[in-house]
T-cell receptor, first 109, second 118 residues
Framework: GQNIDQPTEMTATEGAIVQINCTYQ??????LFWYQQHAGEAPTFLSY????GLEEKGRFSSFLSRSKGYSYLLLKELQMKDSASYLC??????????FGQGTELSVKP | DAGVIQSPRHEVTEMGQEVTLRCKPI?????LFWYRQTMMRGLELLIY????????DSGMPEDRFSAKMPNASFSTLKIQPSEPRDSAVYFC????????????????FGPGTRLLVL
């Protein structure tokens, strides 16, 4: 079957670092995406990994291990505006994009 | 660029009525996607088009749902008849597909249509 797991919610402090994990079991693998979604808004693209390793983009980094079916999103120097839902999504067999339920991140002062 | 445009932004209707959601993708994008998001099921892909042709509609929940893309700048998602369980946020997204695959590296989402079926 197809399954993507990520924690339902996390809390972190402004200025800190937080790591959001995602594990997946899918039929086929063509890449893994992370999206950010603020309440009442549309998802916006954060990162894309298709090869093992770490991709860094400013304060955000994303890591992928295909052999372990595992990814994480790392957010550094947290800001209040980073409070949002973070969605992990895998492009599986046939090009179908499957989303996890999302991790609700709350950043506290 | 105006981004992906969706209309209406909000829709309230009664059970049994026909609902039509509209989407204008970003100009030049070859792929268009329709998603549904609910608290229970999260974000689900319903159907996607490549160059106006439906490629995968396996996510369409049942025959009450249909989608069309008559040209490169317009798509509709229709629900007939609508039911209360169809209440959700419906997103349209588009991507250039320049990386050789359907999803490229970036999907651009529209603002969504919030549908409430009473």
């Amino acid at each position: 079957g197809q399954n993507i797991d990520q924690p339902t919610e996390m809390t972190a402090t402004e200025g800190a670092i937080v790591q959001i994990n995602c594990t997946y079991q899918t039929s086929g693998f063509n890449g893994l995406f992370w999206y950010q979604q603020h309440a009442g808004e549309a998802p916006t693209f954060l990162s894309y990994n298709v090869l093992d390793g770490l991709e860094e983009k400013g304060r955000f980094s994303s890591f992928l291990s295909r052999s372990k079916g595992y990814s994480y999103l790392l957010l550094k120097e947290l800001q209040m505006k980073d409070s949002a839902s973070y969605l992990c999504a895998v492009e599986g067999e046939g090009g179908k994009l499957i989303f996890g339920q999302g991790t609700e991140l709350s950043v506290k002062p | 660029d105006a981004g992906v445009i969706q209309s209406p932004r909000h829709e309230v209707t009664e059970m049994g009525q026909e609902v039509t959601l509209r989407c204008k993708p970003i100009s030049g994008h070859d792929y268009l996607f329709w998603y549904r998001q609910t608290m229970m099921r999260g974000l689900e892909l319903l159907i996607y088009f490549n160059n106006n042709v439906p490629i995968d509609d396996s996510g369409m929940p049942e025959d009450r749902f249909s989608a069309k893309m008559p040209n490169a700048s317009f798509s509709t998602l229709k629900i007939q008849p609508s039911e209360p369980r169809d209440s959700a946020v419906y997103f349209c997204a588009s991507t250039p597909g320049t990386s050789g695959g359907a999803y490229s590296e970036t999907q651009y989402f529209g603002p969504g249509t919030r549908l409430l079926v009473l």
